[in-house]
């Protein structure tokens, strides 16, 4: 009598190396196996054995997530996050975001709407089933660079300067910052106070919430003012 179909009984094995491991079903998981059929009774069964692979089953990168921060000069960013194509169903599998960099266009405050990213890892029960598509280029990304507080060495807000400086002008500001265009000439009068704005000037300019600075100067007074002049008469 010939067998049903669903009557045949069929065993699994995988190979590993150069060996292969019995299996207690149906494979589903990608991997190369082998499919043993035995047909017959007693002396007169034959058995016929078939070998197979599921393949790795691609997955394509579609965008990315990355956290916000705070102007540092640099133009990498955290990546939180990998959005996927391809997975089957449920299955547990996604990048490996954990110390995760990715670069950006530009240092400079502002939001960027790409990134590119560094090799990627798969992980989770599943990743052994997937061969993830290193992606060719940036991918589309949300990400905001906030400016920084103030920027550096902030001049201070009152400065008293000797009777000899006269003019805004030559006033010392600190590495990074100029007088206001409008201000280098202002006169200082000795005893009264004069007020400059100071302006950030450094390469880095536009990335801090503070880059002004409203600079009160006083020109000290003449030290030698009001003294007597005291002469020998021979």
Excluded: M
């Amino acid at each position: 009598l010939e067998a049903e179909a669903s009557e045949i009984p069929v065993s699994y094995s995988r190979k590993n190396g150069a060996s292969w491991d019995a299996l207690g079903g149906a494979p589903v998981d990608a991997g190369t196996y082998k499919a043993s059929i035995t047909l017959g009774e007693d002396s007169n069964t034959v058995t016929v054995e078939v070998e197979f692979t599921i393949e790795l089953k691609e997955l394509t990168v579609t965008g990315a997530t990355a956290a916000n921060k705070v102007y540092d000069g640099s133009n990498s960013v955290t990546v939180t996050g990998v959005a996927l194509s391809g997975i089957a169903g449920s299955d547990d599998v996604k990048v490996n975001t954990t110390g995760l960099l990715g670069i950006i266009s530009s240092a400079n405050a502002g939001t960027y709407r790409s990134i590119t990213l560094p090799a990627l890892t798969l992980i989770g029960e599943k990743a052994g089933n997937y061969t993830l598509v290193q992606p060719a280029g940036a991918v589309e990304t949300s990400v905001t660079i906030e400016k920084a507080s103030a920027a550096p060495n902030l001049p201070e807000a009152t400065k008293t300067v000797e009777f000899s400086v006269k003019k805004v002008s030559a006033v010392t500001l600190p590495t990074g910052w100029v007088w206001a265009a409008g201000d280098t000439s202002k006169d200082l009068t000795a005893g009264s106070r004069v007020t400059a704005t100071a302006v950030y000037n450094g390469a880095d300019k536009g990335n801090y919430s503070v880059e002004t600075v409203v600079v009160f100067i006083t020109r000290k007074a003449c030290a030698h003012a009001g003294a007597t002049e005291l002469r020998s008469v021979a």
